[in-house]
């Protein structure tokens, strides 16, 4: 800690001292020996309050009190559709929190902040949804202002997929400085990673690559264009060709289980994948090559180091990641996948969530969240 | 400068006194009085000595000896052919280098460092060329090596693209965080500031657009896959589709020009285009619209505030740059845009050669570039 801050020991022992005895620093024990006397392990202290961290979805909510130093002291998940608005969603989300601060038995007043991530374009500058195609009914809306109305915290408000990279950049304690993760569900986004920071680009729109061409004569996607990525190979996409493909017969599995529920899911088309049905996988392995296809563009722009890949297609199972991968090594150049990691980020590693807390615990100490 | 560097007015004083003592600064004139006392311009001394800035492509070679504060001394320009290997082209530069230091009086040991930009992909650390596809027996040579044997000045080589960056970077003053540099010449690359900074990727490939594919069933590239870019808008394609067009008669003009001097280039498409060609007009309003389509997904992906376009094929025209931004609006999505400015960056504003300038001062402050 001397070190990396550039004070002598002596200044470094005495600072530290003073953090213990104001209550900001706990003892919890001591490590192990690496030679000389054993270290004490510090940590911020619980008395500081906690941080709420929610990671909001199309279809889910999931929410987390969290200590100073990330640890959940208790968390909570709703279904939900996001598309049903602000004032139903953010009045739900406003019970569940509060719920969750009295079962922990938390006061207002020991709130250090909230942070939130949505499924859409956010201007981090004024914490408003821009344009959401997800979510039409929240165009400039501001969550923040309603949470700032209803809880005395700060509020952050982020893109989930810059809260993933977030969370895995702290999770990772900051030892890969450039990457990129990718959000494969409802739709598709990424989050960026560059020169050890989250990149959010000049609107807070960076990582926007759901709308990337990936086929000129492709189908009509929401937002106008033609052939965009999110619109062939995202969850809603899949979903439909899997009914298709269970109507035409081609999938008995499919079909019976469609027979069954009179629906389908990302997760029957994942379980048709595990039994080895023939058409699920050829779905599953067009929507990863069509993902790889357009991660080859940003690879070859953005030459990372890493690539994580998480969310709801990306969770089917290893087939979608086999797809995305040999598409990327088959288009980019030599010298960009050279390095080059393609792995998993499975949801249960709840990174957008630990952003979240990240996000909230990080942005209050350097600015005000629009508080007054 | 107090300011920037937290110190005390009075240790900056002393600071800078000590540095026009030791010849490390000087005083070049009174500032206009902006209501208080007159202001005294400083600049880094010419006694320092000198950096060298070469931009090399694939056809020319531009050099020039510049002052510590990137003040032309003396330049010069000689056309080449990239593919003529290194140990030709290299001797041809080492030869100009030593004449323009003559010129200027200027001793080997006056020289602070050789800053050299390359078109193709460099690994920064090593300044190695990798795989570089437009000239192709560079592949794993080190110029820095080779040069640093002819001088004894430590030596970074960098892609060209990189260099406009940096240049406009240096030109604007640091004032825009994160921006691109786009080439259309005989490649196609990109230079990326973000958080400020010139960022090269995890290889130092990172901004190689050029093999973004626009089109599945595209013509195949040199790279081995079908529907590059580069392959179809820079300008050996264009001359190639001019010559055709020619050759069809679909032209009078091209058709005329071909058959008086036996051959076309970039030059003569631009001069049909301003002589009212319609052929000659399709084409470059074509390679325009590709270019934009590479650059939407880019600018979906990094939302820079502004994107700088040069190069050969750029410098044609406001045609070629009206077609890309018509494209790059048409394709992006709305907050990406709101505010992007794409303009032109003329091949005349030398930002590369700058660049190189600026890349020898600032790496030969902060490490060795390999001297031992």
């Given at each position: 800690m001397a070190r990396r801050l550039a004070y002598s020991k002596s200044k470094a022992n005495a600072m530290v001292a003073a953090l213990l005895d104001e209550g900001v620093l706990d003892e919890v024990g001591l490590q192990e020996s690496s030679g000389g006397r054993r270290a004490e392990t510090l940590r911020l202290s619980e008395s500081l309050g906690a941080v709420l961290g929610v990671d909001m979805d199309a279809t889910s909510m999931q929410l987390a009190l969290m200590?100073?130093?990330?640890?959940?002291?208790a968390r909570q998940c709703e279904t939900i559709d996001v598309r049903r608005g602000p004032g139903v969603i953010l009045a739900q989300l406003c019970g569940l929190m509060r719920e969750l601060m009295a079962r922990c038995g938390l006061s207002s007043s020991q709130l250090i902040a909230i942070g939130m991530g949505v499924p859409g374009p956010v201007d981090f500058a004024s914490g408003q949804l821009v344009n959401p195609p997800l979510m039409p009914d929240w165009d400039g809306f501001s969550i923040r202002d309603y949470l700032r109305e209803a809880f005395v915290a700060p509020v952050f408000v982020d893109n989930d997929v810059n809260l993933m990279a977030l969370g895995k950049l702290w999770r990772l304690q900051r030892t890969l400085s450039d990457f990129l993760v990718i959000k494969v569900g409802t739709g598709i986004g990424c989050g960026i990673v560059c020169h050890g920071q989250v990149y959010r680009g000049t609107n807070g729109s960076a990582g926007d690559v759901g709308h990337i061409c990936v086929d000129q004569a492709g189908p009509r996607c929401h937002c106008g264009n033609q052939g965009c990525v999110e619109a062939m190979a995202a969850a809603p996409a899949l979903v439909r060709a899997a009914i298709e493909v269970a109507q035409k017969g081609e999938s008995s599995w499919l079909a019976e289980r469609l027979q069954a529920s009179g629906s389908l899911g990302i997760e029957d088309l994942a379980q048709a994948s595990r039994v080895g049905d023939v058409a699920a996988n050829i779905l599953i392995q067009r929507a990863g090559s069509l993902v790889g296809q357009m991660l080859a563009s940003v690879v070859n722009f953005f030459n990372p180091s890493h690539v994580f890949i998480g969310g709801l297609v990306a969770d089917m199972g290893p087939l979608f990641l086999a797809s995305v991968r040999q598409s990327v090594y088959h288009r980019s150049l030599a010298l960009s996948t050279r390095h080059l990691e393609i792995q998993c980020a499975p949801l249960a590693d709840d990174a957008a969530l630990v952003g979240a807390g990240v996000l909230a615990m990080q942005e209050s100490l350097t600015q005000s969240g629009g508080a007054p």
């Open positions: 200590r100073p130093d990330m640890a959940v002291l």
